[in-house]
């Protein structure tokens, strides 16, 4: 069973914080990690994607990635509440029996940025 | 780029009729489609991985019987639940990629209620 493992918050921080969230992967051969927000009711939106190890800046957002720990992580600076929704951690790995590749996703942390 | 539209975006039936929800790439050509259903609190879960022209891979637990998915073009995909139960009511999300170990875009979702 290939999973991804979130803490489901809620992680609370207040505005203008940094939110850090965390997420570990079983399956030690993936090699394509993304992280997705979804708020209530709606349907996930790409954030970041990571392929190597290190660190990869997108405006407010900083992926890392550590594949000797199996950990993916999610940095949001200057947090807006706004930014207040599920932060999903998806692992893309083979499923079933064919081995097709498709995005695993954890249960997702909940970020409230407090006003 | 890379939208992917899906309709409707809600939906009610009643118990033991079928419904189609359609997942359309707009402005790329979908190499693999999936669908996933989403129960209130809970993550993603994989249904099934489709290809143009190819038959639908499941995931374990899956009848493909009572959820026919058909991927007729590169553009398009549908998910037909049949003879759908309450049980059935759930939010239906289908995503489409370019191709393996690329991120994957995500439909508005389908919300079925089965009364």
């Known amino acids: 069973q290939k999973e991804v493992e979130q803490n489901s918050g809620p992680l609370s921080v207040p505005e203008g914080a940094i939110a850090s969230l965390n997420c570990t992967y079983s399956?030690?051969?993936?090699?394509?990690f993304f992280w997705y927000r979804q708020y209530s009711g709606k349907s996930p939106e790409l954030i970041m994607s990571?392929?190597?190890?290190g660190d990869k800046e997108d405006g407010r957002f900083t992926a890392q990635l550590n594949k000797a720990s199996q950990y993916v992580s999610l940095l949001i600076r200057d947090s807006q509440p706004s930014d207040s929704a599920t932060y999903l951690c998806?692992?893309?790995?083979?499923?079933?029996?064919?081995?097709?590749?498709?995005?695993?996703f954890g249960s997702g942390t909940r970020l409230q940025v407090q006003p | 780029g890379a939208v992917v539209s899906q309709h409707p975006s809600w939906v009610i039936c009643k118990s033991g009729t079928s419904v189609k929800i359609e997942c359309r790439s707009l402005d790329f050509q979908a190499t693999t489609m999936f669908w996933y259903r989403q129960f209130p609190k809970q993550s993603l879960m994989l249904m099934a991985t489709?290809?143009?022209?190819?038959?639908?891979?499941?995931e374990q637990g899956v009848e493909k019987d009572k959820f026919l998915i058909n991927h007729a073009s590169l553009t398009l995909s549908t998910l037909t639940v049949t003879s759908a139960h309450p049980e059935d009511s759930s939010f239906y999300i289908c995503?489409?990629?370019?191709?393996?170990?690329?991120?994957?875009?995500f439909g508005q979702g389908t919300r079925l209620t089965v009364v």
């Open positions: 998806a692992v893309n790995n083979r499923h079933g029996d064919t081995g097709r590749r498709a995005l695993t």
């Open positions: 990571i392929y190597s190890n």
């Open positions: 399956d030690r051969v993936s090699q394509s």
């Open positions: 995503s489409a990629s370019r191709q393996y170990d690329t991120e994957a875009f």
């Open positions: 489709s290809n143009e022209g190819s038959k639908a891979t499941y």
